[in-house]
T-cell receptor
Framework: AQKVTQAQTEISVVEKEDVTLDCVYE???????LFWYKQPPSGELVFLIR??????QNEISGRYSWNFQKSTSSFNFTITASQVVDSAVYFC??????????FGTGTRLKVLA | KAGVTQTPRYLIKTRGQQVTLSCSPI?????VSWYQQTPGQGLQFLFE???????NKGNFPGRFSGRQFSNSRSEMNVSTLELGDSALYLC???????????FGPGTRLLVL
């Protein structure tokens, strides 16, 4: 079965703190894609990053970084020096190339000023 | 490049009515997917269309249907609305379905 688990329902941090959002996935397929999306209060899902199963290189984009580890089936997302504008719900998703995404339940991040 | 657009943005219907939601994908994208988002069930896949053909379908009753037109625009229809159909309906487009999906702003449906 394919599944994405985001165990953290809600996280609150104070501005400028670092925060890591966890994502654990399950699949027996060897080819798959992992994604992170951000959903601000407006509701639109904003694409952040995509990783395929053959690329375990970590990635950094500004204050955002992603750690993909196939050995633990995890694809974690870290925000460094968080800002109030980072407050949103973050979703991790898995795609097996079957034209649908399997989403985790999301982690609500609250960054307090 | 314009993003994915969805109309209408908000809808209020009563039980038993039917509703049609529209989605226009990013220019050049031929795959359109639909998702339902509710507080209790999260993001659930409804169906995906490519070149006017449905290629995958989620576990939703037959009251939920969709179609895609030759210009890749897509519509979804929900007949005999139930209170539980109140949700945010999100449309996403991609080039061919397996790449990154880009989402529209959603249609918020409230069923009274």
């Amino acid at each position: 079965a394919q599944k994405v688990t985001q165990a953290q329902t809600e996280i609150s941090v104070v501005e400028k703190e670092d925060v890591t959002l966890d994502c654990v996935y399950e699949t027996r397929d060897t080819t798959y894609y992992l994604f992170w999306y951000k959903q601000p209060p407006s509701g639109e899902l904003v694409f952040l990053i995509r990783r395929n199963s053959f690329d375990e290189q970590n990635e950094i984009s500004g204050r955002y970084s992603w750690n993909f580890q196939k050995s633990t089936s995890s694809f974690n997302f870290t925000i460094t020096a968080s800002q109030v504008v980072d407050s949103a719900v973050y979703f991790c998703a898995l795609s097996l190339g079957t034209y649908k995404y399997i989403f985790g339940t999301g982690t609500r991040l609250k960054v307090l000023a | 490049k314009a993003g994915v657009t969805q109309t209408p943005r908000y809808l209020i219907k009563t039980r038993g009515q039917q509703v049609t939601l529209s989605c226009s994908p990013i220019s050049g994208h031929r795959s359109v997917s639909w998702y339902q988002q509710t507080p209790g069930q999260g993001l659930q896949f409804l169906f995906e269309y490519f070149s006017e053909t449905q290629r995958n379908k989620g576990n939703f009753p037959g009251r939920f249907s969709g179609r895609q037109f030759s210009n890749s625009r897509s519509e979804m229809n929900v007949s005999t609305l139930e209170l539980g159909d109140s949700a945010l309906y999100l449309c996403a487009s991609s080039l061919a379905g397996v790449e990154t999906q880009y989402f529209g702003p959603g249609t918020r449906l409230l069923v009274l």
